[in-house]
């Protein structure tokens, strides 16, 4: 009796989902394609030996047990670390400062706030070739002039020395990053209710014991998103590096090579392909770790 | 009430003078790659560096076009940028309105499927995907960057989560009147979600604009690279060239410097929705 109403609604279903698949479309096959298909591809080339040209031979996990016995890949993988544990917390210290700092009423605060936060949009070829010339080795260097004029100390090589090289990139990221983070912290401080500033004054705190015991704790969300960002967006660093420390046809060498040029040129200057895809798993290990850490902390956020 | 008052103007001074300390830190590289790009080469690291040059080079702004095909390159450029940029628009905010307003069998497992590879840097994939494309022809070519970019899980997220914003019952009362889905995103969604469409422009712009891995690795051929990855390879050749450098870069920031100045508010927006993708 009642199969035609149901044919009808079952038609009308059909219908729907063919519209609903008709605006995914466009997007998901170009993502499925070229995205999915890569990383489901990245995971099984990890475990072969390749050279883009002759048939892949599965080697099991010898590309990992390669890695770690290769000199250049841990100095990569330490690089990295090493650069992630100074630049994450160094940037986040000076991101909630200007935050708290440009969260003030002052003048031309709109100014203050563009002029950090450029330097996160502008092109990173462009800058990088003006703190080369800035933190130039020689002693006609601005920096090394601020440094023996200003401070009296000898002049640095920066890049250019395998002591300095790591403090340089350190310097450069901070600058170049440090004004978006303080976006997101400034939204941070503008979530914070004036009520518990005045709570906390009428308790007769100062404007330090304001800091630390109302605006330090409201913002630990915030922190701890910042942090999971940068810490991530730490271990992908490539481009700086090749822009700052790379001779002249891009090699980066022991003292600052890290994990994705480690992958850049075992795959595109090497052809080692499987080895490659061995290192890009280990940053993805990392990544995901970090990354669970977060829907964790999340979860608890959300609880509070 | 006296020492309440002397507080306020010392807290004052203090600010203003963090605030010049930095504007000074922020902005003296940008004022020094001018100054640099206005001289000559053996003045730039002259001693003391002279900011405002007395005879200041123009002839370096004319130079770079033909030292180097820059023409071409921002050409380039700007060709990959604004269809990358159309593209990723179109298909995101189209794809968003269905994990947003639409019922369908599957919805969230494909939903699942691009959220989770968002936590998969591209750093990760971007060798078997130039496998990929090489298979298919696409090495050394600028379709080649536009699939790289165009089809983000990110932008498909940014818009959906603007989309669930927007009430339910716009879309029903428009339902009832006969208006078809298409209809409805196009006439309906699309111009309550102007605030969301410009943030997803500046990002993939600047994202765009300013890649450097993609191209390094995709594009071979001199007449086909972009800005960024001609003036690297200016700099490499011709690192003593600092005044050509220099005038390159500035020329080079400039596409980013207005787009930024006019859509900063949505830049900013967008950031703190904490859905960005760096």
Sequence with gaps: ?304 | MKSKTHNRILRSVIVYALLFLLAFVMLIPFVWMISASLKLNKDIFMIPYEWITKDPRWANYVDIWTKIPLATYALNTAKLTLIVTVLQILTSSFAAYAFAKLHFRGRNLLFLAYISTIAVPWQVYMVPQFMFMRRLGLADTHLAIIILQAFSAFGVFLMRQFYEGIPDSLCEAARIDGMSEYGIYAKIMLPLSKPALSTLTIFTFVNTWNDFLGPLIYLTTDSKKTLQIGIRMFISQYSAEYGLIMAASVISLIPVLIVFMSLQKYFVAGITTGAVKG
């Design chain 1, 1 to 304: 009796m009642n199969t035609p109403i149901t044919r009808s609604a079952r038609k009308r279903k059909m219908r729907q989902n063919l519209v609903a698949y008709s605006f995914i479309a466009p997007n998901f096959i170009g993502f499925a394609v070229f995205t999915l298909g890569p990383i489901i591809l990245a995971f099984i080339m990890a475990f072969t030996e390749w050279d883009g040209n002759n048939p892949m031979k599965f080697v099991g996990v010898d590309n990992f047990t390669n890695l770690f016995t290769n000199d250049r890949f841990t100095s990569a993988l330490k690089n990295t670390i090493v650069y992630s544990i100074f630049t994450v917390p160094l940037t986040l210290i000076m991101a909630l400062g200007l935050a708290i700092l440009l969260n003030q009423k002052i003048k031309a605060r709109t100014f203050f706030r563009t002029v950090t936060f450029f330097p996160y949009v502008a092109s990173l070829v462009a800058v990088a070739a003006v703190w080369n010339m800035l933190f130039s080795p020689s002693k006609g260097g601005l920096m090394n002039q601020l440094l023996m004029n200003v401070f009296h100390t000898d002049p640095l090589k920066w890049a250019a020395s395998p002591k300095t090289v790591m403090l340089t990139i350190i310097l450069f990221s901070i600058w170049k990053n440090m004004g978006y983070y303080m976006v997101i912290y400034l939204a941070g401080l503008q979530g914070i209710s004036e009520d518990l500033y005045e709570a906390a004054a009428l308790d007769g705190a100062g404007a330090f014991q304001k800091f630390r015991y109302v605006t330090l704790p409201q913002l630990k969300p915030t922190t701890f998103f910042v942090t999971i960002m940068l810490t991530i967006s730490c271990f992908k660093i490539y481009d700086i590096v090749y822009m700052l420390a790379g001779g002249s046809n891009g090699v980066v060498n022991k003292n600052a090579i890290v994990l994705v040029y480690y992958v850049y040129e075992e795959a595109f200057r090497n052809w080692k392909l499987g080895s490659a895809s061995a290192a890009a798993l280990v940053l993805f290990v990392i990544v995901l770790i970090v990354t669970l850490i977060q829907f964790r902390g999340e979860k608890n956020y959300a609880n509070d």
